[in-house]
C-alpha cells in the first residue's frame, strides 16, 4: 500500500481537492497515513494567530483624508477609439463606410445628370458627340484632299496635251483623288455644307472625266477641260475653300466640346 | 453584494469623470477588510495601515485600468496583498542587513528549545503566540503571505495566485513549504505538550 505524502494531506486539509474520496478511503484502511492526518490536523488547528485589531467607523474616513490630498482629479475621461469599445469603434468605421459610398454614387449621378444636360443644349445629334475623333479625322483628311485638287488643277490649268510625260500623271492622280472626293462629299452632305458639297461635286465630275480618259489625253478633250475648269472657277473656288479649312477645324473642335457650330 | 457591487462601480464611473470625493466612498467602504489582510501578512500594526494607504492610492492610479466587469474589492484586495507583500520583503531585507536576535533562526531555534521553559510556563507567558511569530518570520513573504491568504483568509489556490501574481501551482508549492517549515518550527512544542 502506498502511503500519502504530506502534499497530499495538506490539499485534502486544505480544500479536499478531486481525491478527496479516494484519500478518506485510504485514511479508514490506512492507520499510519490516518494517524498523520490527525497530527497534521492538530497542528494547523493549534496555529492560533492574533486577530486584527479592530479598527473604529471612522478608520475609513482617516485613511481618506490622509490620501485625499495626493490624489489628483480625473480628467473627464476621454475614451479612445479602441477604448470606447469595439462596437462604438466599428459603428464609426461602417458610417464612414457608408457616407463614402454615398458621396461615390452621388457623384457618379450627378456626372451623368451633367452629361444628359449638356447633350440638351446642343442641337448637334447625340452621335457626334460621342465621336468627336472622327469628325477631327475628316477634317484632316479633307485638307489634304483639297491641296492635292489644288495642285492637280493647277497642273491641269498648264498642261500641254503634246507632253504625254505630263498628262499621264495627272490622270492617275485624277483616278487617286476621285475616292476620297466622294468621301468628302458625303460627309459636307451629312454636314450640310452646301457650298463645300458643291465645289466637290463640280471637283467630283471634272476629276470623273479625267480619269475615265483610256488613252492620253488629246488637245481638245485637255482645252475642253481647261475651259470648264476655268469657266466655273473651280481652282479658285478650291483654293477658298482651303482657306476656309481652319475655320472648320475650330469649328469641329467646338462641336466635339459640345459647342454650336 | 450585487448592490454594493453596483455601487462601487458607479463610484468608479463619477472619479474616472472628475469626481475625486466619490474615491472616499469606496476607501470608506473597503478599508477595514484591507487592514485585516494587511495586518495577516505583515503582522504590525503600523505596517498594516501603511499597507492600506499605499494600496489605494495604488489603486487610484490604476483606476482608469479597472476593468468595469471586475469585483473592486477583489481588485483592491489584490493590490493589498501585493503592498503586503512587498513590505514583508522590503523589512525582511532590511532585517538581513542587521544582526537581530529575533531574525536569527538559530536563536528562535534555541529559545523554543528551552528545557528551562516548561508547556504551562510557555502558554501562561504568552509565549507560544511568540513561538508562532517566530516560525512565521522565519517563511520567505511569498510563503507567509500564501498562507495567510490559506490558513486564515480562506483563499483558495487560484485567488492567492491571482494575488500574487504566480502560477497557481507555485502558489500551492509556496503553502505546503509553508506548512512544513512552520510545523518544523513548532515540532518542539507539540512534544513538550
Given at each position: 500500500m502506498k502511503h500519502l505524502n504530506e502534499e497530499e494531506l495538506i490539499e485534502y486539509f486544505y480544500s479536499?481537492?478531486?481525491?478527496a474520496a479516494a484519500i478518506e478511503r485510504h485514511l479508514e484502511a490506512c492507520a499510519e497515513c490516518a494517524k498523520a492526518c490527525a497530527a497534521l490536523k492538530s497542528d494547523l488547528k493549534e496555529m492560533e494567530f492574533a486577530e486584527a485589531p479592530v479598527r473604529d467607523d471612522a478608520y475609513g474616513e482617516r485613511v481618506w483624508r490622509s490620501i485625499a490630498p495626493l490624489l489628483p482629479a480625473y480628467q473627464a475621461r476621454k475614451r479612445s477609439w479602441l477604448r470606447g469599445g469595439v462596437w462604438r469603434g466599428l459603428s464609426y468605421a461602417a458610417a464612414c463606410a457608408l457616407l463614402v459610398i454615398c458621396a461615390f454614387f452621388a457623384g457618379r449621378r450627378w456626372e451623368h445628370r451633367q452629361a444628359s444636360t449638356s447633350a440638351g443644349i446642343t442641337p448637334a445629334p447625340a452621335p457626334q458627340h460621342a465621336a468627336p475623333p472622327p469628325q477631327r479625322v475628316v477634317v484632316v483628311v479633307l485638307s489634304d484632299h483639297l491641296d492635292r485638287s489644288e495642285r492637280l488643277l493647277v497642273e491641269l490649268k498648264h498642261a500641254?496635251?503634246?507632253s504625254e510625260e505630263m498628262v499621264s500623271p495627272l490622270r492617275d492622280e485624277a483616278r487617286s483623288l476621285l475616292a476620297a472626293n466622294r468621301i468628302c462629299r458625303q460627309n459636307a452632305r451629312q454636314d450640310d455644307d452646301t457650298a463645300l458639297a458643291t465645289a466637290l461635286d463640280r471637283l467630283d465630275h471634272l476629276l470623273a472625266e479625267l480619269a475615265d480618259e483610256p488613252g492620253s489625253l488629246d488637245a481638245a478633250k485637255l482645252a475642253r477641260l481647261q475651259s470648264e475648269m476655268s469657266a466655273n472657277g473651280l481652282l479658285f473656288e478650291v483654293r477658298v475653300l482651303r482657306s476656309r479649312i481652319p475655320d472648320r477645324q475650330q469649328a469641329g473642335i467646338a462641336r466635339s466640346n459640345g459647342g454650336t457650330i | 453584494m450585487v448592490r454594493m457591487d453596483q455601487n462601487d462601480h458607479a463610484a468608479i464611473q463619477a472619479v474616472l469623470s472628475g469626481?475625486?470625493?466619490?474615491?472616499g466612498t469606496l476607501v470608506v467602504r473597503h478599508s477595514a477588510s484591507l487592514f485585516r489582510v494587511a495586518f495577516r501578512i505583515t503582522g504590525n500594526e503600523a505596517d498594516a495601515e501603511d499597507v492600506v494607504q499605499e494600496a489605494f492610492l495604488r489603486g487610484y492610479r490604476k483606476l482608469d485600468g479597472f476593468e468595469s466587469r471586475s469585483d473592486f474589492s477583489t481588485w483592491i484586495y489584490r493590490i493589498a496583498v501585493r503592498c503586503a507583500l512587498d513590505r514583508v520583503k522590503r523589512r525582511n531585507l532590511d532585517r538581513a542587513g542587521t544582526v537581530g536576535e529575533e531574525s536569527d533562526p538559530e536563536q528562535d531555534e534555541v529559545q523554543v528549545a528551552d528545557?528551562?521553559?516548561g508547556p504551562d510556563r510557555l502558554l501562561l507567558s504568552g509565549e507560544i503566540g511568540a513561538m508562532q511569530q517566530a516560525a512565521m518570520r522565519s517563511l520567505t513573504a511569498i510563503e507567509r503571505t500564501a498562507f495567510v491568504l490559506r490558513?486564515?483568509?480562506?483563499?483558495s489556490g487560484e485567488e492567492i495566485a491571482a494575488a500574487l501574481g504566480i502560477q497557481p501551482n507555485a502558489a500551492k508549492q509556496a503553502v505546503f513549504r509553508a506548512v512544513q517549515k512552520l510545523r518544523l518550527r513548532l515540532a518542539p512544542l507539540r512534544v513538550s505538550i
Open positions: 479536499k481537492g478531486k481525491s500641254d496635251a503634246d | 469626481d475625486k470625493e466619490m474615491y528545557g528551562c521553559a490558513h486564515i483568509e480562506d483563499r
